[in-house]
């Protein structure tokens, strides 16, 4: 009877030992499975890919004289700014900015009329431009950098601007066999206008930031 009371103990110890065993190994392998299922960090670099002026195809057209654009059909130009040499922005995108110096023009596009049309407006220099061989290179708001700049440098373009902060840009550019004709206009804005500057830049005077 003793003997048969150890046997039955010692099968008992032997029971507890193993399901103890084998809920360590349940326990490790949960562990391993949750590790595995971790989702993992990726790590993602913003690529900037620099403004190629090379890709911009040179126009062989005629484009006349300097400014090269004339007022819309029912529009006039108001406040004529003309300089032998300035200093402007232009930019691709957040973070490329070209600083382009040339003989530089400002205007303010008015209607002649009660009605005013953005949109008619805009569309009707885009069509002349790309008549010319010119390229759009932007379209939004300011870029942050630019705005940066604005804000440490204040050129003296800004003060012949309605506001450039809150405006919606497009800028073109016209590339020669001897010069980089620049335009922008700005448009969108809280009054009865758009403003257009022109920078005719000789070739490799423009630097980037």
């Not at 392998?29 to 299922?37: A, E, I, V």
């Not at 004289?65 to 995108?93: C, H, M, V």
């Not at 885009?126 to 705005?147: D, P, Q, R």
Request: glycine share 6%.
């Amino acid at each position: 009877m003793k003997t048969y009371n150890q046997i039955m103990f010692i099968g008992l110890m032997l029971g507890f030992m193993s399901c103890n065993n084998n809920s360590n190994k349940s326990g490790t392998s949960n562990s391993t499975d949750s590790d595995t299922l971790q989702p993992k960090t990726v790590e993602s670099a913003k690529m900037s890919t620099e403004f190629n002026l090379d890709q911009v195809p040179v126009s062989t057209i005629d484009l006349g004289t300097f400014p090269y654009l004339t007022a819309p059909e029912s529009y006039r130009y108001s406040g004529d700014i003309k300089k032998q040499l300035e200093e402007k922005y232009f930019f691709y995108n957040d973070s490329l900015v070209r600083k382009v110096s040339g003989e530089y023009f400002h205007t303010t596009v008015l209607p002649t009329g009660d009605v005013f049309e953005d949109t008619f407006v805009v569309d009707a220099y885009k069509k002349a431009i790309e008549k010319l061989g010119g390229v759009e290179i932007y379209s939004g708001g300011i870029s942050a950098a630019v705005a940066e700049l604005i804000d440490k440098e204040k050129p003296a373009y800004v003060d012949d601007m309605y506001d450039p902060m809150p405006y919606k840009y497009k800028q073109f550019l016209i590339r020669t066999p001897n010069d980089h004709i620049w335009i922008e206009l700005c448009h969108g804005l809280n009054a009865q206008q758009v403003d257009l500057a022109v920078v005719k830049e000789v070739h490799g005077k423009g630097n980037e930031h």
